[in-house]
């Protein structure tokens, strides 16, 4: 299964609502989870099975989506939220990331 | 509070085999898959496999002729090798713990860098 983020990157402000989408190739269900990377950091989970929350994740973000079509979004966009942000299936192996999309100031 | 280390030779030799530990601190191994994740330089993240507590695996496909997971619960460690690199196996590597049935990963290690050079 593939998964392709779009767009690739993107500018933005603090404040502005931001929306990243995840495609994947064939249907998912809603078995897509979605993680933030800063620079030089591992990955951390946001959201998981499409639209729960992981615990102490701040509730600005938000996802949706299910078959093939999935989105994330940040209601209102903080300093600490510049990053960059990879989708990944879990519906079948391999496992599969997207090839993320970086939020820049 | 559960905590992933990895570690591991930093540097090693094109056609040699590269081996990392990742140490499980805070909690049980018991009912979680394990997973290796890794990053090329400037590039995405790449799954490598995966091992469930009891031992059952399962590996990316390109790569799967190369990789062995291994899991040592006595010793809350997971284990991985991948044999006959190449300067393309240079990338951060990071192991995971994942949750079964949705396969997110919720807890992370720091990252170790490995570069293969001669």
């Known amino acids: 299964i593939q998964m392709t983020q779009s767009p690739s990157s993107l500018s933005a402000s603090v404040g502005d609502r931001v929306t990243i989408t995840c495609r994947a190739s064939q249907s998912i269900s809603t078995f897509l989870n979605w993680y933030q990377q800063k620079p030089g950091k591992a990955p951390k989970l946001l959201i998981y099975t499409a639209s729960s929350l992981q615990s102490g994740v701040p509730s600005r973000f938000s996802g949706s989506g299910s078959g093939t079509d999935f989105t994330l979004t940040i209601s209102s966009l903080q300093p600490e939220d510049f990053a960059t942000y990879y989708c990944?299936?879990?519906?079948?192996?391999?496992?599969?990331f997207g090839g993320g999309t970086k939020v820049e100031i | 509070q559960v905590q992933l280390q990895e570690s591991g030779p930093g540097l090693v030799k094109p056609s040699e085999t590269l081996s990392l530990t990742c140490t499980v601190s805070g909690g049980s191994m018991t009912s979680y898959y394990w997973s290796w994740i890794r990053q090329p330089p400037g590039k995405g993240l790449e799954w490598i496999g995966y091992i469930y507590f009891s031992g059952s695996t399962n590996y990316e496909s390109s790569l799967k002729s190369r990789v062995t997971i291994s899991v040592d619960t006595s010793k809350n460690q997971f284990s991985l090798r991948l044999s006959s690199v190449t300067a393309a196996d240079t990338a951060v590597y990071y192991c995971?713990?994942?949750?079964?049935?949705?396969?997110?990963?919720?807890?992370w290690g720091k990252g170790t860098t490995v570069t293969v050079s001669s």
């Open positions: 995971a713990r994942t949750y079964g049935g949705d396969f997110y990963m919720d807890v």
């Open positions: 990944q299936q879990g519906y079948s192996t391999p496992l599969a």
